[in-house]
């Protein structure tokens, strides 16, 4: 921070102490927010956007499809007409998109603009060798890499709510905070990078089996002639029973397959969580299950709906 006034001699009485004393916050500067740029602007890069730019940090934003990005021009960000034009400049960048290879892609199209030591937020569910070939990309332009995938859908990304798994150096976490406050409730530091994508794995792997399992029970319970939604009021408010299991199932029994998760998103997440746990040492079991029910829902032609179409082909 630099010196405001004439600057006393070092002799003079009260140097240093008297003169802090005439500063007012008035006067102080006010902090600059190092510009972001933001790589994909599907349903979660969109929104996330909107919360990062609401949150008065200076936001350039990048989709391939641009009219797809022009939407957080009215909520002041700038839109680029390409890659390398939104990261020219930025401290931080941030890639929102669908797996590793869109993610690679963006980034190979934003080299012109990169700088060396930028901030590079990779937000995208990539899976584990995804992880780590984009962490070899972030050393081969010399950007400092943070792995943070998020927890949540459509909604808690409009509403800022998402929870980040972050993992990455020490050294970057205070540069990326103002961009985790923007875009989630709660963030996780998990450790080294990649870190995050393992978490991430294994949280959806959880969420997948819940949707799935729900699917399969209305599916059950409508074969022995009840009326499925029998179910859900069975476990409602107790110990078996989760927000996520009551909005789901009446999702399904509604026909309500408007996506806040497409289907084709969560095959592509199962595929990740597969190939991980196996590469791991570790039997994926129901993720099997899973994976498989999902390429089912999408051969029906569901995979532009939300993953909760499951339910049409269990």
């Not at 933001?38 to 391939?64: E, S």
């Not at 009326?227 to 476990?235: G, I, K, R």
Request: aromatic fraction near 4%.
């Amino acid at each position: 921070m630099g010196d405001h006034g004439a600057r006393p001699d070092k002799g003079s009485p009260g140097a240093g102490t008297a003169h802090r004393a005439y500063l007012s916050p008035v006067t102080e500067p006010e902090e600059k927010h190092p510009v972001v740029a933001l790589l994909g602007t599907g349903i979660m890069g969109l929104a996330m956007g909107r919360n990062i730019a609401r949150a008065g940090l200076p936001l350039r934003a990048w989709n391939r499809t641009t009219a797809k990005a022009e939407p957080l021009g009215q909520d002041g960000a700038t839109v680029a007409a390409t890659a390398a034009e939104a990261v020219e400049g930025a401290g931080i960048v941030v890639t929102m998109l669908f797996d590793a290879d869109s993610v690679a892609e963006a980034i190979a199209q934003a080299a012109p603009g990169l700088a060396a030591g930028t901030v590079w937020l990779q937000t995208s569910t990539v899976g584990v060798e995804g992880n780590d070939r984009l962490a070899a990309l972030a050393a081969e332009h010399d950007l400092v890499y943070v792995d943070a995938p998020v927890l949540g859908t459509k909604a808690p990304a409009e509403q800022g709510t998402l929870t980040v798994l972050a993992s990455g150096p020490e050294a970057a976490r205070a540069t990326v905070t103002p961009v985790l406050d923007a875009i989630g409730a709660k963030t996780l530091w998990v450790g080294e990078a990649g870190a995050g994508t393992r978490l991430k794995l294994v949280a959806n792997g959880w969420v997948q089996t819940v949707t799935v399992g729900v699917a399969q029970a209305l599916r059950t319970a409508e074969a022995f002639g009840l009326d499925p939604a029998l179910f859900l009021e069975a476990v409602k408010g107790g110990a078996v029973d989760a927000p996520y299991v009551q909005l789901k199932g009446a999702a399904m029994l509604s026909g309500s397959f408007e996506p806040s998760f497409a289907l084709s998103g969560a095959l592509k997440d199962a595929e990740l969580i597969e190939d991980g746990a196996r590469a791991a040492g570790a039997d994926p079991g129901i993720v099997t299950v899973v994976r498989e029910a999902f390429r089912q829902a999408q051969e029906d032609g569901h995979g532009d709906k939300d993953m909760s179409a499951v339910y049409l082909t269990s």
